[in-house]
């Protein structure tokens, strides 16, 4: 009996086995494309008028955390909520939010 199970899992083994396909490495024939935050840290002297106000607006009791800002000229600001939570906005020079995808 012992014959038997033995003989029917080495028969399932090679069965299994000789379907399995190799994986053969065709090489990187693929372009990527990188998309990274390019924002550097700056100082929150660099905001201009229109964003000062916005924030003022939409976060009256928030503190800033920290600024960036990329060659777009749009902000990445890290915002700390008066409960103490951080949240990281987005905001271009003129004053409009956006979200970044």
Do not use: H
């Not at 964003?51 to 902000?75: D, H, I, M, R, W």
């Not at 990445?76 to 409960?83: A, D, E």
């Amino acid at each position: 009996m012992k014959r038997y199970a033995i003989l029917a899992l080495v028969a399932i083994g090679t069965i299994f086995n000789a379907g399995a396909k190799d994986i053969i490495n065709l090489g990187d024939d693929y372009s990527y494309v990188v998309i990274t935050d390019d924002f550097k840290k700056v100082s929150s002297k660099e905001l201009t008028p229109p964003v000062v106000e916005e924030l003022l607006k939409q976060y009256p009791t928030s503190k800033l955390g920290a600024v960036y800002k990329n060659s777009k000229g749009e902000f990445k600001l890290i915002m700390v909520l008066k409960s103490g939570t951080r949240r990281t906005v987005y905001i271009d020079s003129y004053g409009n939010w956006f979200k970044k995808k």
